[in-house]
């Protein structure tokens, strides 16, 4: 049998896309979500545009929503809440309990002094300073970051150019704890 170099050329090629396309969804993609989240210990009710949600104590529910306002109701420590909110992003977090969130944003580039942006910046969590770019948040609606509560930070980044590129992301206060302990102490 005589070997066809096309043949041969075109089942390495569909190799290598599906080497790609496997790398490409065990490490690269990140799926957008809006998460409600309920870290309070009482059965939480949130109805967000005529759409009634659930949630058990210490549940985080995915919800679909699309950009705009939207309407939220709900009853928590004995107040009412009716509101609305705007989706101007594809990440977010409807925090009805009003608990402490915090934004982690870790610096990466080349020709960066990643340890000076590190220490310049610093907050105080339960009386422990911790170094980097940290903001608190405990807002209705949180919007302000792009890796979500339900992602990790990525084991592999590629950087696109020579830009700078920092990456965010929301965890609650006793996970940023964890997670500063595991890889800066």
Do not use: C
Request: hydrophobic content about 35%; glycine content about 6%; aromatic content about 16%.
């Amino acid at each position: 049998m005589k070997k066809n170099p096309a043949l041969f050329g075109l089942l390495i090629t569909i190799g290598i896309a599906i080497i790609s396309y496997t790398i490409y969804l065990n490490y690269l993609q990140k799926v957008d979500t809006y998460l409600i989240t309920n870290p309070s210990e009482d059965y939480l009710e949130v109805k967000i545009d005529d759409q009634e949600y659930k949630l058990a104590p210490n549940q985080n529910a995915p919800i679909k929503l699309r950009g705009g306002d939207h309407s939220l109701s709900f009853t928590y420590d004995g107040k009412q809440t009716d509101t609305i909110f705007n989706v101007k992003r594809a990440n977010a977090i409807i925090n009805p309990t009003r608990a402490e969130y915090y934004v982690f944003v870790r610096p990466y580039g080349a020709a960066r002094n990643v340890d000076s942006l590190f220490t310049s910046q610093t907050i105080t969590i339960d009386e422990k300073v911790y170094n980097g770019n940290i903001t608190r948040h405990d807002g209705l609606y949180i919007e302000d970051f792009y890796y979500n509560l339900n992602h990790k930070y990525p084991k592999l980044f590629i950087k696109k150019g020579g830009m700078a590129d920092d990456l965010s992301k929301i965890f609650t206060k006793d996970d940023f704890i964890q997670f500063y302990f595991e890889n800066y102490e």
